[in-house]
C-alpha cells in the first residue's frame, strides 16, 4: 500500500500525544475517547466490542485488537463485548467460535455475560431491510453476481442502474418475503439499497443487503435461506448493542458512510466508528484466507502448528499472554499502515521468559565425553540455579558422572580464533561443574569425532584456581541420568521480509521456508524434566527458550518445541571467521 511504512522498532510518534496531567502517552482513539468523556457524548459511558467472524483461528493481529477493544473499556470503567459476526454460514464453524473464545481468555481478557452473535439480531435485521424496502430505500435484484460487478463501473467511470431499480415497493416488498420463503434458487435474486450508481465511493453504489443462500448455520440451522451481507450486519449490530466506540482496520474507512446511510436512514442508535493501522508483521501472511490454505494444502501441521502466526499456534510455541500483551502496547495504535519487525515480538518474549523461565541443561547434538579420571561408580548431586534473574526461585540437584554428553559445536579440533570452547590440550568448565581438559578425540572409521577423552581437576567445583584462566562454560548431561526427548527447532515460516513479495505468476508461498522445522530425536536432557507437564517453558541454557508440547508430549515421550533462540553472539564471531577463511583461499 503507498501508505504503508517500515517500522522497525514499533514506535508509532505520531499517533500519540503526552498527557500533560500524567506525563504518559495517549494515543489517538484515547484522545478521542477522553475528548467524548470530557463533553458527555455517551453520557459517560464507554462501551467497546470485539466483533471476529468465526471463519478461521485468531492470530497476532487480532491479539492487537483484543488488546485495544479490551484494555479501553478496562481503561475507562466500560464495558467490552464479545460479538461474533457470524452472517456467512458457508465459512464458519462451532470450532472456530469455540477457538476464539478459548484465546481471549489466554490473552487475559474477559466478557462477562456479554457473549453476542450477529444471528442474534437476523430477525431484527430482516425488520430493518423491510423498513428500507417500505422507504423505497432497497430493492430486489435480478442480476447475477458478475453483472452487478459489471454495472457497478470503476473507481474512473461510473456505474449503471440495475433494470430492476425501479420496481415498486409492493413488489419488492412481495419479492423480498419471498426470498425468505425460500421460493426462489440460490442466487438468483438479492435485496440491495438503492443509493447512488454514480457515487465516488464505490461501496455507495446500490451494495448488496441479502442474498439466497442455502445453507445450515451452526447455530440458526435452516431457519434462513437469506442472509445479510457483513456491511449491513455490522453497524446494525454495534447499534443494538449500544456500542460507544466501533473500533474498525482501516480497511472499513471506506465503509464508514455505508453504516452511516443505513443508521441514518433506518433512525437508530449511533455509534461513532474509529479506525486504526491493522498489524502487519515481517516474514508473516496475517490473512486468515491465506492461513487456512496453508492448514488445507498441508504446509502446517493445522491452524496451531507453533510456525503460525495464530495466538493458539503461539501458545503451543511457547508464547506468553504478558509477552503479546506488553508487544502490542509497544508498537502502539497508528494510523497509518506499517510493517513492525517480527523481532519487536521476539524481544517482548525473550524479555518475559528471562524474568520467569526456569532453567535446564539439554544437549541436541550430544558428543559423547569420558572422564578418564573420574570414578566410574560416582555420582555427584551439583547444585544448579532455577532462575538467576529470580533468586526466589532457589537451586536443584543435578546428577554428574564419569561420561556427559556435550554439544557437538562446543568442540573444535582446530579451533578459529575467540573460541574459547573444548578443543585438544584445552580446558573449559561445566556449567555448576568442574573444568574438564580434552585429552583425545575418538574418530570412527569415517574421520569423524565421536567421543572425547578427558580429564577433570577435582579441585575446580565452584572454584577458579589461582593463576589459571578459563574462558570457556559449557553446558552438559549426564549420560547415565539423562532423559531422551524429541525436540522441534522451529523457524519462520516464510524466508522473505514481504513473503508477498514474488515474481509475476508466482503467490506468496513461493516464499516458505523449507527449513522452518527441524525435529531432532533423543536428545539428553537432565532428569529433572522428566516429569514436565505439558505447556511448561524453560531456558535450556546457552541453547534458548523452550516449551513442552501441549499436544503431542507425554510422560515417557517428551517433546520440546523452541519459541525463540537466545541472541546468539557466537554466531556472529562464526560468520565472520567464515568470511575471513573464504577471502584467504582465494
Partial sequence: MANQERNTNGADEDANSADAAGGRSLNFIEQIVEEDLRTGKFGGRVQTRFPPEPNGYLHIGHAK????????????????????????????????????????????????????YASDYFEQLYQWAIQLVHAGKAYVCDLTGDEIRQYRGTLTTPGRNSPYRDRSVEENLDLFQRMRAGEFPDGSRTLRAKIDMAHPNLNMRDPVLYRILRAEHHRTGNQWCIYSMYDFAHGQSDSIERITHSICTLEFENHRPLYDWFIQNLGIYAPQQIEFARLNLSFTVMSKRKLLELVKQGHVGGWDDPRMPTISGLRRRGYTPESIRNFCDRIGVAKFNSTIDVAVLENCLREHLNAVAPRALAVLHPLRVVIDNYPEDQVEQLEAVNNPEDPSAGTRKIPFSRVVYIERDDFREDPPRQFHRLAPGREVRLRYGYIICCQEAVKNEQGEVVELRCTYDPDTLGRQPEGRTVKGVIHWVSAAHAVLAEVRLYDRLFTQEDPEDVPEGQDYKTNLNSQSLEVLRDCPVEPNLAEAAPGTRLQFERLGYFCVDAKDSRPGALVFNRTVPLRDTWAKIEKAHKKVSLKDSR
Fill in 65 to 116: 485488537s483484543i488488546c485495544l477493544n479490551f484494555g479501553l473499556a478496562a481503561k475507562y470503567n466500560g464495558k467490552c463485548n464479545l460479538r461474533f459476526d457470524d452472517t456467512n454460514p458457508c465459512k464458519e464453524e462451532v470450532e472456530y467460535v469455540e477457538s476464539i473464545q478459548e484465546d481471549i481468555r489466554w490473552l487475559g481478557f474477559d466478557w462477562g455475560d456479554r457473549l453476542y
